[in-house]
């Protein structure tokens, strides 16, 4: 098919760059001309591989080139550049990819002649992305199992995979939250777990995508409940977490302008077997480990949430019933002051290292 829509001539001479650039055209490939010399794939992994190409012979005005993966613009590469990584690929596909080059006025040439790679079967490693810039907005928070992390701008991406949360099939739960060093913005998180350990992040594999919610004083951590299907191999594998400014991130495919990733272990055990329990104070849902004699009272409750037996002062977060942190920090004088946290059922977690408790309050 031979399908031209439109076309600009801008040059005269035949040989001139200007003379090969079109408006917006829509060529069919036979027509497609041959505009970088060695336009050629290299590294090719199960996810990854680098293109590059040598200076086009026939163009000299060279502002970006425009980095098509089958029929979508993948990204924008400088004009100055003669290569780059594509990632987030999947194994033993292949994929199509054309250049167009941009010139200084924004005119964008022809389609280059196409090019066909096939990725290869496994995946060595996971892939990398990042933000460039975490100065403004960043991840300040996780806390899965027994990972309770708090921090600041680490530069972009942070490997933090010395850090194992135990999380088992079922329904988990992630607490996150996106830390701003001035105004807030519109950010939306990212979590992705690699259940099939097989070292890709794919759209089955992500837990939680969520705008950050516009809550006032910046509380804005939330509680956001997940599931580990049954499916899911066991042990140690990875979990990406990403914040990201005004777009949704993506698992590998980009690195983006304003946000962050930070990277943790996960080790997925069997289904568990959950101590439900009722005692005079309430119904602890969940309790691990060394916190078995801890006592919260009254409840319910309207000024304070008593907590007996807690020994040193431990962290504490509240949600309510759809998951929203109200309150979170340190228990001081063995009570938490809930003066103007509104009425209903709440959900105290006590942590105290890699140990901790739910506990189920009614707040008046
Ligand atoms: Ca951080
Ligand atoms: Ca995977």
Avoid at 41 to 65: K, Y
Avoid at 110 to 122: G, W
Avoid at 333 to 349: D, V
Wanted: net charge negative.
């Amino acid at each position: 098919m031979n399908k031209i829509v439109c076309f600009i001539i801008l040059g005269i001479s035949l040989n001139t760059y200007t003379n090969k650039v079109y408006g917006y055209i829509d060529v069919s490939e036979n027509q497609s001309v041959t505009l970088l010399d060695n336009f050629e794939a290299s590294n090719v992994t199960g996810s990854t591989l680098e293109l590059s190409w040598s200076p086009s012979s026939q163009i000299t005005d060279i502002s970006s080139f425009m980095i098509y993966l089958d029929n979508n613009v993948y990204t924008w590469a400088p004009g100055n550049s003669e290569s780059y990584l594509i990632k987030g690929l999947s194994p033993e596909r292949t994929y199509r990819f054309r250049i167009r080059i941009v010139n200084s006025s924004g005119t964008q040439s022809d389609f280059s002649n196409p090019l066909y790679v096939t990725t290869t079967a496994t995946v060595t490693s996971y892939c990398t992305t990042l933000s460039y810039n975490d100065t403004y907005e960043f991840i300040d928070y996780v806390g899965i199992g027994e990972i309770d992390h708090v921090s600041f701008s680490d530069g972009g991406y942070i490997d933090n995979t010395d850090k194992v949360a135990n999380v088992n099939l079922g329904i988990n739960s992630i607490e996150l939250s996106a830390g701003f060093s001035g105004a807030t913005y519109e950010e939306t998180l990212a979590v992705w777990i690699d259940f099939n350990q097989n070292k890709i992040f794919d759209a089955s594999e992500i837990v939680v995508s969520a705008a950050v919610p516009v809550v006032p004083e910046r509380e804005d951590m939330n509680t956001y409940q997940f599931l580990i299907p049954s499916t899911a191999k066991l042990g140690n594998t990875r979990m990406r977490v990403a914040v990201k400014y005004n777009g949704v991130p993506l698992g590998c495919a980009e690195d983006f302008a304003y946000g962050e990733v930070e990277d943790y272990t996960v080790h997925i055990l069997p289904f568990a077997v959950r101590a439900v329990d009722q005692n005079i104070l309430g119904d602890v849902v969940n309790q691990k480990k060394d916190l078995p004699t801890i006592k919260v009272y009254p409840n319910p409750t309207e000024k304070y949430i008593h907590i007996a037996n807690l020994g040193t002062d431990k962290n504490f977060s509240l949600t309510d019933i759809s998951g929203r942190v109200v309150k979170r920090g340190v228990i001081v004088g063995n009570r938490i002051e809930i003066t103007g946290i509104q009425s209903g059922i709440h959900f105290l977690k006590i942590r105290n290292g890699d140990t901790f408790l739910s506990h189920k309050v009614m707040i008046k």
